[in-house]
């Protein structure tokens, strides 16, 4: 379907940038759309990953402050180990650099799961969703995060016969954390019992 971009111009360059478009596009009785202002938030493409530690039959998750979730509660998010690519670096790369900071493990094998758009309604920003094990003889370090970034990260383990009560109490609020536990309730849960 035919799009004519119209206008775009950048109204925030800092650690996310926002472009302001003026678009028209095909509709779906085959005519064009009025102009309409529309703004993306550029978020840059990220990755995460399911760790599943086969020694504790567990997954391991981060949990850190998030500064957007503050407000509304509860500002300290259990996640997946995730980050954001850096210019050029591949998407197999990043992951295993954040799961190294974050979680202190080196995985030898990631199995690439499915990518995501997380909120297509404003971000541009591409989820790649990864899978791998470990187990104590991967712990290369103790996590945490980096100074540098003033992370401050705690590794939360929930066993596998605790993950759907997570889930079901709410303890789980980012988005890909939820799709990727649900990945593994419906494709690893019964391989692994």
Partial sequence: MKVEIIDKK?????????????????????EMSPILTR?????????TAIIYH??????????QFRYSTYEKGPGWITELAAGIKEEGESEE???EREIEEELGYKVKDFEELFNLYMSPGGSDQIVYF???????????????????????????IIPVAEIE??????KI?????????????????????
């Fill in 10 to 30: 950048t109204i925030l360059d800092d650690f996310f940038k926002v472009e302001k478009v003026k678009v028209r596009h095909e509709k779906f009785d085959g």
């Fill in 39 to 47: 703004l993306n938030l550029k978020r840059g493409d990220a990755v």
């Fill in 54 to 63: 086969k020694e504790k039959n567990a997954l391991l998750l981060a949990r």
């Fill in 93 to 95: 790369y990043c992951i």
């Fill in 130 to 156: 990864f899978y791998g094990e470990v187990t104590e003889a991967d712990r290369i370090n103790s996590g945490g995060g980096l100074d540098t970034e003033h992370e401050d990260i705690k590794t939360i």
């Fill in 165 to 170: 009560e997570y889930m079901s109490s709410n």
């Fill in 173 to 193: 609020q980012d988005a890909k954390t939820y799709t990727g536990l649900l990945w593994f309730l419906q494709n690893k849960i019964d391989k692994i019992k």
